[in-house]
């Protein structure tokens, strides 16, 4: 019993790694005003590439570098509809999402169901031999502690940062910030490209360390439940962090209750994470003034300077 | 970048200006696609002619692309409604399964009936069940205000899972083996073929489509004064969309959408796949949302668009086939349609103008 919750904490750790990498890219591209719908295809692709260049060449960095690379190729597609040619967001969100799932597919397609060795998790030393917290906390993969870094550091440079603030007014009013002669799409652009990172990280490590292999399909709508995770944490990053990991625990759901010997449709466990986002994202949207007082107002609305 | 040129909108936007976006788009989504797939070892020219003629070269690959049209069209023309009061219903997938779902217990339930009203009772239950599993993004869009992009994306995937989960048990035929699938349909389940060539599969499911895209038009004419003004980007939002509350307009939007979609999912059960099966679907949800765009949000437009995404269907079909044309081709494809629409739309929406550095107070 004991080894079943050491397994499942430990692995909800895992499991929520890509998500709170991509959730915390999306939700400074949010802060800034952008919604990007692409963090799918973003995190399809770069796991695509992120295999197959670790697969050929053994090389993990180089793997996770190029992946990164066609993250951000994508979203700079996305920058010129969105803040070159004003297009609408959400759309154009959409569409390069769907050119990224189509381009993972292509990139895919010579390594479809193969697999590889993860590299060995960091073990920290001393911690990782206290009991129970050792084998949940600190035996996880650099990403994971890195991710974690990222939500406090990304919490910090909004809170407590000039520049922080500078995004946030963007975000809120890109107008007065733009009166105030800081340059409104230069901002959002490296809004978005933060964002392009991390999805890129995430999809990166989805299919290298937690399940190293490809399928098409693999990043399985992680990348949606991203986007959902930055309203359940209403934008502010340890919120999300927590919220993260409360569905990296769910998407072990099912390997917990097999563990327990409890027999249950295998669709129905597969079903639940999106059943309890839909129902999260309910209840927290239903607060108006929790909504109100986080969610950037000028969220989705383009700014273009001259006008 | 931007310091120096700067979009300006048009007061006014030519309606010849507006229908050759997608034509310029259609060019430039071509030629991405020959440069990029030419690059992966696929002949060009070929490609271009395997997309695009080879589909309407015989009768049975006219009659394929007939296939695919009808849900393409019929899913593009509900999503269209909301996507002009700004109501994003990215869940015509999830809809489309559950409609065929609901469809499928009529058949799998008399599979010896006789009864000619099977079909009709088949498409009523398609529709209001496609329409019901939309109504769930309405209903939690108007009481808790969740964003209805995230919920049909959702209730995509919980609707990929009831389907398998009933495959695999209530609906799976007993006689199947192991393959998870129900019961053929019997005769009166199924569209009747336009044809009497057994080749053709092409069924009278493209009628109900053309039928309900001219109520479409007629429902678009009506409550619009202008289409220009539409398109011209002064589309009403959706607390004014054509004199409803913003409350109805997601209601009125996700059920119509909900219910195309599952129509159309019965059109595929009924048509083409004649039973109940894991996969009834090559994204057509999806592609649909493009074809709604490429088709200008206007029931003539998406007529013209699904047609024209139905013949690259089939011609990528074929070209996988025969020349290495990758298999994730159509959906590289469709993306790129879609960027290649925005931009264009956006240049015939704006004019790109040079401005002075302004001097700051």
Known sequence: MTDTIIFVLAGAFATATPLLLAAIGEAVAEKAGVMNLSVEGMMAFAAAVAFAVTYQTGNIVLGFGLAVGASVALSLVFSILVLGFSANQIVSGLAVGILGLGLSSLAGRSFENLTMMAPANLSLPVLSDLPLVGPILFRQSAITYFAFAVAFLTWWFLAKTRHGRITKVVGEDPAIAHNLGFAVIRIRLFAIIFGAVMSGLGGAYASTILTPGWSDGLIAGRGWIAVALVVFGTWRPLRIAFGAYLFGALLLGDLAVQAMGFSVPPQIMTSLPYVMTIIVLAAVSRNALLIRLNAPVSLGQNFQPSK | ?361
């Open chain 2, 1 to 361: 970048m931007m310091g120096r040129y700067a979009l300006v909108q048009r007061s006014e936007v030519s309606l010849k200006s507006i229908m050759l976006v997608p034509l310029v788009t259609f060019v430039l989504a071509l030629l991405g696609s020959m440069v990029l797939f030419g690059f992966l070892g696929a002949p060009p020219l070929e490609v271009l002619y395997r997309l695009l003629i080879d589909p309407l070269a015989s009768a049975y690959n006219i009659s394929e692309v007939v296939i695919k049209a009808a849900p393409l069209i019929l899913i593009a023309q509900g999503l269209a409604i909301g996507f002009r009061a700004k109501v994003w219903n990215i869940g015509a997938e999830g809809q489309l399964i559950i409609g065929a779902v609901a469809a499928s217990v009529i058949p799998i339930t008399f599979p010896e009936s006789q009864n000619v009203l099977m079909l009709p009772a088949m498409m009523l239950a398609g529709m209001i069940a496609g329409a019901a599993w939309a109504g769930i993004a309405a209903a939690l869009k108007t009481r808790f205000n969740a964003s209805e992009i995230i919920v049909t994306l959702m209730l995509n995937q919980i609707a990929v899972q009831i389907l398998y989960f009933l495959i695999n048990g209530p609906l799976k035929d007993p006689m199947g083996f192991s393959y998870p699938q129900s019961v053929s349909f019997p005769p009166v389940a199924m569209y009747p073929l336009l044809s009497d060539d057994g080749m053709l599969r092409a069924n009278a499911s493209i009628l109900v489509v053309i039928l309900l895209s001219i109520a479409a038009l007629i429902y678009v004419t009506r409550t619009f004064s202008g289409y220009t003004l539409l398109v011209g980007g002064l589309a009403p939002s959706a607390a004014s969309y054509a004199g409803f509350s913003a409350k109805k307009a997601v209601w009125i939007t996700l059920l119509i959408g909900g219910a195309a979609a599952g129509l159309a999912g019965v059109g595929e059960i009924s048509g083409p796949i004649g039973r109940l099966q894991p996969s009834l679907s090559p994204g057509y949800g999806f592609a649909a949302i493009i074809v709604a765009y490429l088709g200008g949000l206007h029931p003539v437009g998406i007529l013209l668009a699904g047609t024209f995404m139905a013949i690259v269907y089939v011609g990528a079909d074929g070209a996988i086939i025969d020349v290495g044309l990758p298999p994730a081709a159509p959906v590289i494809f469709q993306g790129m349609v879609l960027v290649f629409y925005l931009a264009s739309f956006a240049l015939v929406q704006y004019r790109i103008v040079r401005v002075q550095p302004e001097a700051r107070a």
